[in-house]
């Protein structure tokens, strides 16, 4: 099992910057890859994929988010971050930390979630 425990959502102004963070816990030895999802207001908004990276350290953003948003992970702290600068009200959503693990089967695991809000 994985367990993911994500922090730094928050309040901020239109052009600002905050950077999420997502601890793992449990069989971190068997990650394949994490990433980053966001869902935004509204009953039938999807939960899109940000950006990811994989146990290389390959990474892949979304297009929209591209040039603004660093994913990284501290494999020592056993911590995925995501660094968000000239953040848009359109950021506006619920941001997961997501893994992918697993040696016979690939598993997946989320967070419980983190508040973003681009407001002026």
């Known amino acids: 099992q994985v367990q993911l425990v994500e922090s730094g959502g928050g309040l901020v102004q239109p052009g600002g910057s905050l950077r999420l963070s997502c601890a793992a816990s449990?069989?971190?030895?068997?990650?394949?890859?994490m990433g980053w999802f966001r869902q935004a207001p509204g009953k039938r908004a999807r939960r899109e994929l940000v950006?990811?990276?994989?146990?290389?350290?390959?990474?892949n953003y979304e297009d929209s988010v591209k040039g603004r948003f660093t994913i990284s992970r501290d494999n020592a702290k056993n911590t995925l971050y995501l660094q968000m600068n000239g953040l848009k009200p359109e950021d506006t959503a619920v941001y997961y930390c997501?893994?992918?693990?697993?040696?016979?089967?690939?598993?997946?695991?989320w967070g419980q979630g983190t508040q973003v809000t681009v407001s002026s």
């Open positions: 449990g069989s971190i030895f068997s990650i394949v890859s």
């Open positions: 997501n893994a992918v693990w697993g040696s016979t089967w690939l598993e997946t695991s």
């Open positions: 950006a990811s990276i994989t146990s290389a350290g390959r990474t």
